[in-house]
């Protein structure tokens, strides 16, 4: 008799972490980078980082640039608004092309095709070709997408808000850090003897050979999946594939992602827009040198080492008690004692105090992206990535919005418009209060006690009754039994608890 | 030096302003109490009394120290000493040059200040601070005394390359003796007004502390009565612009007590163009070409090889 044995593709493999039944790693270890997930974490932190410092390594230059170029204040916020307008769209798309060539090539790609953005930003020699290559080095902050994209197919439940929050937050740190490596690198190349408007041109060579270099990392080293690549995943048939247009569309119809990409514009563009201000006005308000701008310009940027983590650890934290109400909650007033400090630091005239409450803004708004990011995932199952990539575009929308309104030309002062941008921010951020799940209530309501009120009805609302004949909403059926963790302390003591995940932050 | 509209709405009594009454222990009237050991660049402070809901408001000028005698030569007014010894605090900044003292003006807001006795000490809250510390000289207070002109060969004038000379000397017909207060000449090279256009980090303030429209120094120079020339190669972190040349007269202490420049009051006539280097270089062209089309053929060569070898696996 024979037997034949069939080797299939899901033999067990050996991973370093400890992994759940889709291989994800249910735990997150910093300091390791063992393949194929801490490996994952760094390649997309790392790569992330350099797009963040290649789409800001101008900002603490331009007092150079903009005597070279003879750039007027308006050509500095026209440039500073296309810095961070192309990724608007290059986001949503990027959630659509991870969801069909994986996040690895995905990001490879994006990041290799910028690069050449940056290399000419050396040869610019007008104020328009200035605003040309900015527009597309802003591309490659879509890199976010897919990093969080990448993070969320390699870790699971219990660990992925953290693993999110930190590879978001320690690429948003590429922000602050050019603000630092820039006039640092500038400094170097003019001591060794170029002229002034040499040195800036050589020191961009610097974030465009890093931003090279960590594409070529993900390509030799990275794969999108613990068990492999898309590709050949795909080819043996171990991954289904879903419809775009029907993912798409339960996307765009729900509403909350609409609202949290409206309040992502006033923590993440904010963000983005002080990255960009932030260096020149402390240069020409307190007549400081470049490099101690520079230095206190970083300041900004590098607090999200711990601020935007601690958002996302915040988020679940209150989920904890609170469940889904508790993290709107906690978003909406970090956020807007995030927009309290912005109207101060415009009014705060002594270096020290600006200095300490730049601070603490940039604590409370960068938390407040860590605490959307908590809420995020349960928008929506099926259509995570475009969620995400709609958030994410709502972002460099209100960083575009902010620039053109108070930062463009000479209409506000720099004070005046971080001020308004203050007001601004406390007034976007009150549609929070119109976040509203049938299942776990929002802000001010409770749940619905309605009987079809469940996790169930809510994530299933996105499959049609063909499709589930199908089958196909399982992956949702599970999410929806994990993310009963969101009713906080209420939750029921016959709900199973047999589901061991705390919080199911995909 | 003068001091504006300070007067205005002041407790005053013979030109001196008067502070109420306070119980202090170690209060003296000699105007040794304003001795400076600490400089303070102010341009507001507020004062609140211990004790006393009443707010007052200062504004602090520099004096200059006559070094004949000890006392203060104060060009505007002086405080009566009793505040001062207990709050100039706070700060201390490297080095100043010469030993500056600063006078505060108080204005009380509106309330009528009898005898208090009440109070225990002041503190002293800043209201601005900047962070250069330097006389707050005003332009409007300079007098034009001084003749430049500046003489180039062709009105666009490249950076690093041309050259323009540069003659000033005081003005003929101002009585001798104008400029026995003259140390230092600073000839700087100032933006004109169409170069100031939407650009705040040129703009022109009136305070000189503050004002940003020359940023350029052609020469520093020890002042010698008698026209002087110089002949200067235009610098290469020059940027473009239309420019006007000015000429500072420096006292003894590096302040600012007249000026002259080649232009008129309006600044509209005599300007000239200056064009920056571009700063780039073939080699620089080159590097970034190159690099560029690295970049996009390594990722098409990266996806051959992944095609390759999936077709591999495949097979």
């Known amino acids: 008799m024979e037997i034949s044995s069939t080797i299939t593709e899901t033999e067990p493999q050996k991973f370093a972490l400890p992994v759940d039944s889709e291989h994800k790693a249910t735990e997150f270890h910093l300091f390791s980078s063992a393949a194929p997930h801490m490996r994952a974490f760094h390649l997309s932190w790392i790569s992330f980082f350099s797009c963040f410092v290649s789409t800001f390594a101008a900002p603490p230059l331009l007092p150079i640039i903009r005597d070279n170029l003879n750039l007027t204040a308006t050509d500095i916020g026209n440039a500073g608004v296309a810095s961070v307008s192309g990724a608007v769209f290059a986001r949503i798309a990027m959630g659509t092309a991870c969801d069909l060539f994986g996040p690895r090539l995905a990001s490879a790609s994006l990041i290799l095709l910028t690069a050449p953005a940056v290399y000419f930003t050396s040869i610019a020699s007008s104020p328009i070709s200035f605003l040309l290559v900015r527009f597309f080095t802003g591309f490659s902050l879509a890199t976010f997408v897919s990093a969080q994209f990448w993070m969320s197919s390699m870790f699971s439940g219990p660990v992925v808000g953290t693993a999110n929050g930190v590879a978001a937050g320690w690429g948003n740190l590429g922000g602050g850090a050019t603000q630092l490596i820039m006039p640092l690198v500038f400094s170097l190349i003019r001591d060794i003897g170029a002229v002034k408007f040499t040195a800036w041109r050589i020191a961009f060579f610097i974030p465009a050979l890093f931003q090279t270099l960590s594409a070529f990392a993900i390509l030799i080293f990275g794969q999108d999946l613990p068990d492999g690549n898309y590709q050949r995943l795909q080819n043996s048939g171990n991954k289904q594939k879903d419809k775009f247009s029907r993912v798409f569309y339960h996307g765009i119809t729900n509403y909350r992602g609409w609202i949290l990409a409206l309040t992502y514009g006033y923590c993440f563009g904010v963000e983005l827009t002080v990255d960009n201000i932030i260096a020149e006005y402390f240069y020409d308000r307190f007549n400081l040198k470049l490099h101690t701008a520079g230095i206190i310009a970083a300041s900004f940027g590098l607090a999200n080492i711990v601020s935007r983590p601690a958002g996302g650890v915040l988020s679940d934290m209150m989920a904890k008690r609170f469940g889904m109400r508790g993290r709107l909650w906690a978003l909406w007033a970090v956020q807007t004692l995030g927009g309290v400090f912005c109207i101060i630091l415009g009014q705060v005239g002594s270096l020290t105090a600006s200095i300490v409450v730049m601070i603490v803004f940039s604590v409370f708004v960068q938390a407040a992206c860590g605490l959307t990011f908590g809420v995020v995932p349960f928008v929506s199952r099926r259509s995570l990535g475009v969620i995400s990539g709609m958030t994410g575009g709502g972002g460099n929308v209100g960083a575009v919005l902010t620039q053109l309104i108070f930062f463009k030309g000479s209409k506000y002062s720099k004070e005046t418009g971080i001020t308004l941008m203050g007001v601004m921010i406390v007034c976007c951020t009150l549609p929070i209060f119109l976040i509203y799940f049938p299942q776990w209530g929002g802000m001010f309501c409770g749940p619905s006690s309605e009987k079809i009120a469940t996790e169930e009805d809510y994530y299933l609302s996105e499959w049609s009754s063909k499709e589930q004949g199908k089958g196909l909403h399982q992956a949702s059926l599970k999410f929806a039994d994990n993310s009963r963790s969101e009713r906080g302390r209420r939750v029921h003591s016959q709900t199973l608890p047999s589901n061991a995940t705390p919080s199911a932050n995909v | ?315």
């Open chain 2, 1 to 315: 030096m003068k001091f504006g509209v300070l007067n205005q709405g002041f407790l005053r009594r013979e030109g001196k302003v008067q502070v109420p009454q306070m119980q202090e222990s170690n209060r003296s009237n000699s105007p040794e109490s304003i001795t400076p050991k600490y400089l303070l660049s102010l341009k507001e402070l507020s004062l609140y009394l211990w004790g006393v809901p009443h707010i007052y408001r200062t504004r602090c000028r520099f004096l200059k120290r006559e070094s004949t005698s000890n006392r203060l030569k104060d060009s505007g007014f002086y405080l009566n000493p009793p505040l001062t010894s207990t709050f100039f605090i706070v700060h201390q900044l490297e080095s100043p040059k010469s030993a500056e003292a600063f006078d505060c003006l108080v204005e009380d807001k509106g309330e009528s200040m009898a005898a208090t006795g009440l109070l225990l000490g002041l503190i002293l809250v800043l209201g601005c601070f900047s962070e250069i510390c330097v006389a707050t000289i005003s332009f409007s207070s300079l007098q034009t005394t001084l003749v430049v002109t500046v003489s180039h060969p062709r009105r666009l004038l490249r950076a690093g390359e041309d050259k323009i000379t540069v003659r000033w000397g005081l003005n003929q017909s101002l009585p001798a003796g104008t400029d026995s207060a003259y140390k230092t000449i600073k000839v700087q090279l100032c933006y004109a007004p169409i170069s100031q256009v939407d650009r705040a980090w040129r703009k022109t303030e009136e305070h000189l502390s503050k004002d940003k429209t020359c940023q350029f120094k052609i020469v520093k120079m020890p002042y010698t009565t008698g026209n002087q020339t110089l002949e200067w190669t235009i610098e290469r972190d020059v940027p473009t612009a239309t420019y006007f040349v000015r000429a500072y007269a420096l006292d003894a202490n590096d302040h600012e007590v007249a000026y002259g420049q080649n232009t008129d009051a309006k600044k509209t006539t005599n300007l000239f163009e200056i064009q920056a280097i571009s700063g780039r270089h073939v080699s620089l062209d080159i590097a970034s070409v190159c690099f560029s089309v690295f970049s996009i053929v390594s990722l098409m060569g990266f996806f051959f090889v992944e095609k390759r070898t999936g077709r591999k696996a495949q097979q």
